[in-house]
């Protein structure tokens, strides 16, 4: 559909080349496989829990973005049913299956599944097996600089911090 709609641009005396309303003054960027960017700087680390592919700091605090390493799985279980305040979170299932909590009903997700959890919405995700091969990409929206370091905390560390909590959680 996209293509027939950039032919019919030329048509219309569109120039993509003169565009800038909306414009920012950042650069799109590419995290590849294995690659993180907490606090909007780019890494190779060995043995995270997660990886960040979009920061907080790339979008202006509006979007955090993250996926699952296969070391969060190995456990089974997940954090304490918790309530964000201030943030909306998407989890989108890229394989596996999972359990999400949301308002005290429990609901199996697999492969290809997505999870809208409104802010204010008592949920978890929740490993149901050990070792679970299984990969999720979870965005937070909007992202304080607190919540991409909470989670950056879980990445390096594997446990949830008590000190870095963010305000609303």
């Keep these: 559909m996209a293509i027939p709609t950039l032919?019919?641009?030329n048509l219309l005396n569109f120039d993509r080349n003169n565009?800038?309303?909306g414009k920012s003054n950042k650069k799109g960027l590419i995290v590849r496989s294995g690659?993180?960017?907490f606090g909007g700087e780019l890494s190779t680390p060995k043995d995270a829990f997660l990886h960040c592919k979009v920061s907080s700091t790339d979008t202006q605090e509006s979007l955090l973005i993250q996926t699952s390493t296969s070391k969060i799985f190995e456990r089974i279980g997940g954090p304490p049913p918790h309530i964000h305040k201030y943030e909306d979170e998407t989890i989108y299932v890229v394989s596996g299956e999972f359990v999400v909590h949301l308002?005290?009903?429990?609901f199996t997700v697999k492969t290809g599944d997505t999870?809208?959890?409104p802010r204010g919405t008592l949920h978890t995700i929740i490993n149901p097996i050990e070792n679970n091969p299984g990969t999720v990409v979870v965005i937070c929206s909007p992202a304080p600089k607190?919540?991409?370091?909470?989670?950056?905390y879980i990445s390096a560390n594997?446990?949830?911090p008590t000190d870095i909590i963010?305000?609303?959680?």
């Design 166 to 169: 963010p305000e609303g959680w």
């Design 115 to 117: 999870v809208f959890i």
């Design 103 to 106: 308002e005290g009903e429990d």
């Design 146 to 152: 607190k919540v991409e370091d909470f989670f950056g």
């Design 7 to 9: 032919s019919f641009a």
């Design 19 to 21: 565009l800038s309303f």
């Design 35 to 37: 690659e993180s960017r």
């Design 158 to 160: 594997g446990t949830i």
